[in-house]
C-alpha cells in the first residue's frame, strides 16, 4: 500500500497540471471549499502562468487515462466541481495515441493462448479508435466475418489501480473535513468510479452487458445492439460484430441519405426511456461516437463498458418524479423525494415543492434549445444544498446519460420538446407499473410468495424444536443452590470443579479401606 507521502506527491504533481490549464482557479475561490483544500491548491500552482480561461477538460487528458475517466464522471457533478467546469468537461474527449500494433497482436495472442492467425483470417494494424482504456481494430474472422476487436491497453489495469488509489485517499480525507465536503459524499463519488472502471476493465463483463441489454431493448423499434462473438472474447478482448453506419453526430450525412431526423431524435429519447424505466439497465455512455444510423434509420449502440442499473422501487419514484415535472404536480414531486428519503424528514414538504416549481415551471411547453433537461438537473443540484439532500450514487449515472441523449436528440432536431416525447411514455408506464391492477398484481404476488415460504419457515422450526424421542422423558430435578456461587448469583465453576474432584477422590479411597471395591 502507498505512503501518505505518495499520495501527496501525485496529487501535487496533478495539481501542477490543473494549474497550468488554469483548472485549480474555481477551487480556490469556491467559499465552500475546506481551507486546506485551498492551501494545497495555492502550493500546487505556485510558479505557473494560469489561463484567462480554464481548461478542465485540457488538464484530465494531459493527466493521464484514469483522469480522463474521473473527468467524465465529474461532469456529471456541477454540484461538486461547479457549473463552469462540469460544462466544460463534457467535452473531454476519451481519446489517446494508439499503441503500437505488435503489441496488441501479442496482448491477443497472449490472452487466448494461441496465435492471432487461428482467430482472424485479416485485422488491419490501424485501429478506428484509440480511448483511455483500448483501442478497436477492424478484422474479419477465420469463417469469413466482419467484426470490431476491442483490445486492452497493455499495463492499464495496473495504472488504473495505482490512480484509484490516490483518489480513494484523497476522497477520505476531503470528506473527514466534514461539513459541506461530508454532504457531497466524495468517497462515494469515487467507490462508484472504481465500480464503473473495474468493470470497463474486465471485457468479459462489457460483452455480458450487451448481451443482457440487446434482450432488454427487443421491443424498441428501430434500435439495436451488435451481436457478441463469444468464442473469441475474454477479459482483454471483445469482437463484436462490425456496424456499417453512419455516426449519429453526421447530421449533413444523414441527411444526404434521407433519414427523418426529428425521427431518429424521438426514437433515441424512447430508446433511452426504455431502458432506464422500463428495464432499469440503461446505457450509460450515450454520447455521439458510440451511436450509429445504419442504411434503414436503424440506431446502433457500440461501446458497452459504462452500464446504469436502478431498483424497481428507484424506477417508479424516477417515473413519478419525471412526470409530476411535465405535468406540474410539484407537490407528488416533493412526497416522492421524502418517500425516497432524498430530502431529511426534518425540511418542509410545501417548501421543497415551491422550490421545485422555481426550477420546472420555466422548463414547461419550451422546446429544448430554450431550456433543457440539463439545465432542470443544474437547478436541482442548486436546491439540493438547501434541503441538505446528500447525493445519490445511483442516479449520477442515470442524470450523466439524460444530458447525453438530451444534446444528441438537440442537435437531430432543435425544436424537439423532451417533455412531449417522454410524457406518454412515462405516463403509460405509470399506469401499466402503478395503476391499481399494477398494484392488485403486485400483492398477489407478494402474498403468494409469502405463503410458499411457510413450508421452509415451518421445518426450520422443527430443525431448531426437534420432536421427542423414543426414550422415556426424564423427571424434574429439583433445583439447587451451590456453595460456590457469588453474591450475584454467578457459579464460581473453577471451584465447583475442584470441590468435585476432592470429594470424589475421597470416596473412592474411603471404599477401598473398607474393602468395598476390589
Not at 469469413?144 to 488504473?160: C, H, N, S, T, Y
Request: no cysteine.
Amino acid at each position: 500500500m502507498p505512503r501518505p507521502a505518495t499520495h501527496i506527491w501525485r496529487l501535487l504533481k496533478w495539481g501542477r497540471t490543473l494549474a497550468r490549464h488554469g483548472a485549480l482557479r474555481g477551487i480556490e475561490r469556491d467559499p465552500n471549499t475546506p481551507v486546506p483544500v485551498k492551501r494545497l491548491a495555492r502550493l500546487a500552482r505556485f510558479g505557473t502562468f494560469q489561463p484567462q480561461v480554464p481548461d478542465y477538460a485540457g488538464a484530465f487528458q494531459d493527466i493521464g487515462p484514469a483522469a480522463i475517466k474521473l473527468g467524465q464522471t465529474l461532469a456529471t457533478r456541477p454540484d461538486l466541481v461547479g457549473d463552469e467546469a462540469a460544462h466544460n468537461l463534457l467535452s473531454l474527449q476519451d481519446s489517446l495515441p494508439p499503441v503500437p500494433f505488435e503489441q496488441i497482436e501479442a496482448s491477443i495472442a497472449a490472452s487466448f493462448g494461441r496465435p492471432v492467425e487461428q482467430l482472424f483470417s485479416e485485422i488491419d494494424p490501424e485501429p478506428v479508435g484509440a480511448a483511455s482504456i483500448a483501442q478497436v481494430h477492424r478484422a474479419v474472422t477465420t469463417e469469413g466475418k466482419q467484426v470490431a476487436v476491442k483490445v486492452l491497453r497493455p499495463g492499464i489495469r495496473e495504472r488504473f489501480a495505482r490512480d484509484i488509489g490516490t483518489y480513494e485517499w484523497a476522497a477520505a480525507h476531503l470528506e473527514a473535513l466534514g461539513g459541506e465536503a461530508a454532504r457531497l459524499r466524495p468517497r462515494l463519488t469515487i467507490a462508484n468510479f472504481k465500480r464503473w472502471t473495474n468493470r470497463e476493465l474486465d471485457l468479459r463483463r462489457e460483452a455480458a452487458s450487451a448481451s443482457e441489454l440487446a434482450e432488454g431493448t427487443k421491443g424498441v423499434q428501430g434500435y439495436r445492439i451488435p451481436e457478441i462473438d463469444w468464442d473469441r472474447t475474454n477479459g482483454r478482448v471483445m469482437t463484436v460484430e462490425w456496424v456499417d453506419g453512419v455516426k449519429i453526430s453526421k447530421i449533413e450525412e444523414l441527411k444526404s441519405r434521407g433519414h427523418d431526423l426529428p425521427a431518429l431524435a424521438s426514437r433515441l429519447v424512447l430508446a433511452f426511456l426504455t431502458q432506464a424505466i422500463s428495464s432499469g439497465f440503461f446505457h450509460a455512455d450515450m454520447h455521439q461516437g458510440n451511436l450509429f444510423v445504419e442504411d434503414d434509420g436503424t440506431i446502433v449502440a457500440i461501446d458497452f463498458g459504462i452500464m446504469g442499473r436502478i431498483d424497481r422501487r428507484a424506477r417508479q419514484w424516477l417515473a413519478e418524479i419525471l412526470y409530476g415535472l411535465t405535468t406540474g404536480n410539484y407537490r407528488r414531486v416533493a412526497e416522492i423525494h421524502f418517500e425516497a428519503q432524498y430530502v431529511p424528514s426534518y425540511h418542509s414538504v410545501d417548501e421543497f415543492a415551491t422550490a421545485l416549481r422555481a426550477v420546472g415551471e420555466p422548463m414547461r411547453g419550451k422546446p429544448v434549445s430554450e431550456l433543457s433537461v440539463g439545465q432542470m438537473l443544474d437547478g436541482l443540484f442548486a436546491i439540493t444544498r438547501d434541503f441538505d439532500m446528500q447525493t445519490q450514487p445511483h442516479l449520477l449515472l442515470l442524470q450523466k446519460t439524460m444530458v447525453m441523449v438530451e444534446g444528441i436528440a438537440t442537435q437531430l432536431h432543435p425544436e424537439i420538446n423532451m417533455w412531449d416525447v417522454s410524457a406518454p411514455f412515462v405516463r403509460s408506464w405509470i399506469r401499466d407499473e402503478l395503476g391499481p391492477e399494477a398494484a392488485l398484481a403486485d400483492r398477489i404476488r407478494e402474498d403468494t410468495q409469502t405463503l410458499l415460504r411457510l413450508p421452509g419457515l415451518l421445518r426450520r422450526i422443527e430443525d431448531r424444536f426437534p420432536p421427542k424421542g423414543g426414550a422415556p422423558e426424564q423427571p424434574p430435578l429439583p433445583d439447587v443452590e451451590l456453595m460456590w456461587e457469588n453474591r450475584a448469583g454467578q457459579s464460581r465453576r473453577w471451584l465447583g470443579y475442584l470441590f468435585s474432584a476432592v470429594l470424589g477422590a475421597g470416596v473412592v479411597a474411603g471404599a477401598l479401606s473398607l474393602g468395598w471395591i476390589g
